[in-house]
């Protein structure tokens, strides 16, 4: 009996775990990313802000499938699914057949319908990203330094993040400690304690998912790092020279960094299946695509639902869970064994809001401070990837502690347009 072929397209979290769980199963995995590694990109942040080197959070997607017999990893980006027959096709050509297809693409940042607004304000997704953000950064106080204009040196000594979820939070955290204390003794023209971190959100609280206790928590902690807020607010214009608020105001920022939504890969719609405003699939119950009960999406591709009137959050450990179950479904499918809806268990929420401070919803408990913080650390070191990295990081959060040193202040690739 020849060996059902299952695809699965992403090395994430949830591809991953889609694989993982196959392994010893009779079947042949073949994994497709357009990538070589897998990225932990909860600390995607830390390498756009300095504190990490990309390979700090990265670990080589062939490396941790190498003892699974039955996985084989190709280099590949996937650019359609022909669902009547069966296969996935990249962007050489080239078809891989299935029999069972797992899609866990992940998702870029949405611009909502406005992508220009990218030229400006790069998202947080990727490795590129977090270079092209760690560039703008750090050449910001460069640029800062040699002018002698009053007017552009505060433009280029304020910062606007959009967006006040956990990653616009996080990035409000760091930023000001970076340049009022990593980067001040370095600098003789500039002060940077006038550096300025405005937060933009369209809600009445960041932290949205959070309860409302540690949202006041968060902004409390924000401001004493000076971090400004402008809440029910959206970025109307944004340009090279900065943002207009919806109210009118206008803030005169050369570097500004979107934080606010999230859209699913575009290869969903290869699939020809009805798709929501974020570009997600809604699926069944047991994470198939209704109509095609051989494809399954998870991750941040996939609006699987949760409670009443909830949808699976587009966070790791959403994307794990349901990798591990789709696994389990194409072992009981192969079985002839009926299947079962993916019951999506919340572990809680954590935001780290800078130096000893963090936010926290475990369990149903609540958590701040440095207990929080600490345990913030705990989880991320525990979850990475290989002991080189974990090592590597640990050794750099002392560091970086101890001294309030950045030790990965490089400014690489070149400027582009509005940046």
Not at 112 to 128: H, M, Q, R, V, W
Not at 165 to 192: N, Q, S
Request: hydrophobic share 45%; proline share 5%; aromatic share 10%.
């Amino acid at each position: 009996m020849e060996k059902a072929k299952v695809v699965i397209v992403g090395g994430g979290f949830g591809g991953i775990e889609a694989a993982r769980g196959l392994a010893g199963s009779y079947v042949d995995v073949t994994v497709l990313d357009r990538t070589n590694y897998f990225l932990f990109q909860p600390l995607l942040y830390q390498v756009a802000t300095a504190a990490l080197a990309p390979s700090d959070i990265v670990y080589p997607i062939r490396a941790m499938l190498r003892r699974q017999k039955n996985a084989t990893v190709f280099l590949s980006e996937v650019t359609d699914v022909n669902v009547a027959e069966k296969v996935v096709i990249d962007s050489d050509g080239k078809r891989y057949p299935y029999e069972f297809l797992v899609l866990a693409c992940g998702g870029r940042h949405s611009y909502f319908g406005n992508d220009a607004l990218e030229e400006f304000a790069p998202g947080l997704k990727s490795i590129p990203d977090a270079l092209e953000i760690r560039r703008r950064f750090l050449t910001a106080f460069e640029e800062a330094e040699k002018t002698d204009d009053e007017a552009e040196r505060a433009a280029w000594m304020t910062f606007v993040i959009v967006g006040g979820g956990p990653t616009g939070c996080e990035l409000a955290g760091v930023l000001p400690e970076i340049a009022k204390r990593a980067l001040r003794p370095d600098f003789r023209r500039i002060d940077t304690q006038n550096t300025r971190v405005i937060l933009v959100e369209n809600s009445p609280r960041p932290l949205n998912a959070f309860p409302d206790e540690l949202a006041e928590c968060a902004v409390r902690d924000l401001e004493r790092l000076g971090v400004e807020f402008r809440f029910e607010l959206k970025a109307s214009v944004i340009d090279a020279e900065g943002v207009t608020l919806s109210s009118g105001e206008r803030i005169e920022a050369k570097t500004v960094i979107w934080a606010a939504g999230n859209q699913a890969a575009p290869l969903g719609a290869a699939l020809g299946v009805p798709r929501d405003r974020a570009g997600r699939i809604p699926v069944e119950p047991d994470l198939s695509v209704p109509g095609f009960p051989e494809i399954f999406v998870i991750g941040d591709m996939a609006a699987a639902g949760w409670g009443e009137g909830k949808l699976v959050p587009g966070v790791a450990q959403g994307a794990m869970q349901g990798g591990v179950h789709v696994a389990r479904m194409i072992r009981r499918r192969l079985s002839e064994e009926p299947g079962e809806p993916f019951v999506y268990k919340d572990l809680g929420n954590l935001a780290v809001l800078g130096r000893g401070h963090a936010v926290a919803d475990v369990g149903g408990k609540t958590f701040t401070g440095l207990f929080a913080w600490l345990f913030w650390l705990f989880i991320h070191v525990l979850k990475l990837v290989g002991f080189r990295n974990r090592a590597i990081v640990l050794v750099q959060w002392a560091y970086n502690y101890l001294t309030f040193q950045r030790g990965v202040r490089l400014i690489t690739g070149r400027k582009k347009e509005g940046g």
